[in-house]
Structures are given as structure tokens and as C-alpha cells.
């Protein structure tokens, strides 16, 4: 009787975080998540853990959806992970022979510090979820952070199209502290495009170009503030964009250019032959119009001309000049008609 007196006491008497790993835990006004916990009455999670801050962005891009020439975007899928220490977790003893990854629960997040990223020219993201959203939280070691996100991102790059459609497109992700300057904030970028991967092997039919990915170039690795002069540290990943001109040559450069060399087949038709011959060259005439102005309609938009409008231009001036090259012909020969008319001479056959 003594004994079951002292358990019933000893179980009143016990820590409530012993009954629950999640949640609030009174006696020490802990919030916890799978045995790691921050103390709510000395965390602050607007302080930075410690300063300067090291933060590693990595990006693992899985498919590139589509490249807009109108709107000058590229939208893209991909698995962003961030990585940061965090001392202030308390959390149990790790035994340092390999990293522990633990998985705690999601919403933790929100009671954390994380910092503060801003993504440069960014139009919108997509978070993807079914019943819970694609992402997840994890401690490795006691004492870093790992959060990761599939999600779908639509940013902007500035293109030129001025070779359209033999182009090369570099555009520039880039992603920085909002507030935070180069000396207290400092970013470390990994990536992960693997060009035997499935969906590389076998791209976006759609999609228009060949997609090459690598790091920021050294002096785009820091922003400059126009107003204050203060330098951002930026991590980020860069993207080479190659358009697939075969089409374009198939649909439109070998086309126009075979109508050139069909209006110089029309030198060999005699004068004679008005129908045949201009007939031949204004219907090679309009048909180069009709491809002009079908490349208008589909190119992006360029200041001046690009490479295939000017290619198609100078096809219609060819076959223009040989028109005009014809009606000279024939002006000439109307005026050595009339010459021989007026001399008494008959007109030679084929003439009027």
C-alpha cells in the first residue's frame, strides 16, 4: 500500500515534458519539437544567432518550364534548401562521428530566426503542396538548420534578341539579405542540374532553347546600393540560354533564300516571256512578303531589326531588284521599238 501511494505521488511530481516532445514546456517555458528546443524567455528570433552570419543556398533545379520572349521571363521548378547555424538550440548531446539529420515538425519554423532573403527581379513563386505542403525541416548535428521547399519560381532577365534566332540568352538568379549587409550576412551557393537526369535527357518539347547552369560570375556576387553605397552579399545561380535554330532555319531561312535563287532562274527566260517571267517574280515577291510579316508577328520584341528580319529583307530586295531589273529590260526594249518604228524599220519578232 506504502509502495503504490509513493508511484501515484511520483507520477504528479514528474516534468511535463516528459509526457509530450512537442509544445510548450512549462517548467521552463521551452518550445520544443523533437527534443530540441528554444528558451522563449531568452530567444528572440528578430536577433541574429551570432555575427557575421554564414548562410548556404543550394539549388536544385529539376525542370525548366518556359522561357517567355514577350514578358522576358524564365519560370523554373526546382528544391531550394537553406542551411544556417543556430546556437541557441537546446537540443541533445551529438556524438560527432556523422552528421544526424532529425526531422521536426514544420510549424516549428515560425518560432525560429531566419533570415531575411530577397530575391532580385523576381514576378512570383509557387508553393507546391497535395495534402501538406512539399517542404520540410530538419536538425543536423544538434545545432544547424536545413529547411527545404519544392516550389515553382517565375523571375525576369533581361534579354536581347538583336541575333534572333541564332541568340544566346544569360539571365541571373540572384538572391541577397534584404537588410542585412556583406559584413553581417555572407552567402554560399551549391547547385544541382544533372544533365543525365530523365527530365534533362527528355526536355519541354515546348520549350525553345538549350539550358545550361553554373555559378554567378565573380563580380555579380555583390550588390551596390545606388542610394546608400552599401554592398550585399548575393548568392545565386546563372543560366545560359541557346536557342534551337534548326527550325528557323528549315522554316525560314532555307525557304526564302531558295526563293532568291529561283528569281535568278528568271534570267533565263527569255524578255519575250512577260507572263512567265513576271509572273514568277511577283509571285516570289509576295510570297517573301507573306514570310516577312509572318516573322514579325512571331519575333520578340527588338529595337531595330533582327537577324532573320534583316536575312528576309535583303531576300525581298533581290528579288525586288531583279523586278526592277525585268521592267528596265522591257523599258529598254520599248524604246528600241518605237526607234525602228519611227526609222520605217519593222519591229523584230517577238515584239509588239
Not at 35 to 51: A, H, M, Q
Not at 145 to 158: A, H, K, V
Not at 333 to 349: A, R, Y
Request: contains cysteine.
Amino acid at each position: 500500500m506504502r509502495l503504490q501511494c509513493l508511484q501515484i505521488l511520483m507520477l504528479f511530481t514528474l516534468p511535463e515534458s516528459l509526457f509530450s516532445q512537442e509544445g510548450v514546456n512549462k517548467s521552463r517555458n521551452l518550445q520544443c519539437s523533437a527534443n530540441y528546443c528554444i528558451d522563449l524567455d531568452t530567444y528572440k528570433k528578430r536577433n541574429l544567432p551570432y555575427s557575421p552570419i554564414q548562410i548556404e543556398l543550394q539549388f536544385d533545379v529539376t525542370q525548366i518550364i518556359s522561357v517567355n520572349d514577350k514578358d522576358f521571363t524564365i519560370t523554373f521548378s526546382m528544391f531550394f534548401r537553406v542551411k544556417w547555424l543556430e546556437p541557441r538550440i537546446i537540443g541533445p548531446p551529438t556524438t560527432g562521428k556523422e552528421d544526424k539529420w532529425v526531422a521536426v515538425d514544420l510549424e516549428f519554423i515560425g518560432d525560429l530566426w531566419k533570415p531575411d532573403l530577397f530575391v532580385y527581379h523576381l514576378k512570383r513563386t509557387e508553393n507546391l503542396k497535395l495534402l501538406t505542403r512539399f517542404a520540410g525541416l530538419w536538425f543536423v548535428n544538434g545545432n544547424e538548420i536545413i529547411y527545404s521547399q519544392e516550389l515553382i519560381m517565375t523571375f525576369w532577365c533581361p534579354m536581347r534578341f538583336d541575333n534572333y534566332p541564332l541568340d544566346t540568352q544569360v539571365c541571373q538568379l540572384k538572391i541577397g539579405s534584404f537588410a542585412y549587409n556583406d559584413e553581417i550576412m555572407t552567402f554560399n551557393t551549391s547547385f544541382d542540374y544533372d544533365q543525365s537526369d530523365s527530365w534533362i535527357k527528355h526536355p519541354n518539347t515546348v520549350l525553345d532553347y538549350q539550358v545550361d547552369i553554373g555559378h554567378l560570375p565573380f563580380e555579380g556576387r555583390d550588390y551596390i546600393s545606388p542610394g546608400s553605397g552599401t554592398v550585399y552579399n548575393i548568392a545565386g545561380i546563372q543560366m545560359s540560354l541557346k536557342r534551337n535554330s534548326l527550325k528557323y532555319l528549315v522554316n525560314y531561312y532555307l525557304p526564302s533564300g531558295l526563293m532568291v535563287v529561283v528569281s535568278w532562274i528568271s534570267f533565263f527566260i527569255p524578255p519575250e516571256v512577260v507572263p512567265g517571267r513576271m509572273g514568277l517574280l511577283v509571285t516570289n515577291f509576295l510570297v517573301l512578303v507573306n514570310i516577312f510579316n509572318s516573322v514579325s508577328n512571331s519575333s520578340p520584341n527588338v529595337t531595330g531589326f533582327s537577324a532573320i528580319s534583316t536575312w528576309i529583307i535583303v531576300c525581298v530586295l533581290f528579288v525586288f531588284g531583279a523586278l526592277v531589273g525585268y521592267a528596265l529590260i522591257l523599258m529598254k526594249k520599248m524604246q528600241l521599238s518605237i526607234q525602228e518604228f519611227e526609222n520605217g524599220l519593222s519591229p523584230k519578232s517577238g515584239t509588239n
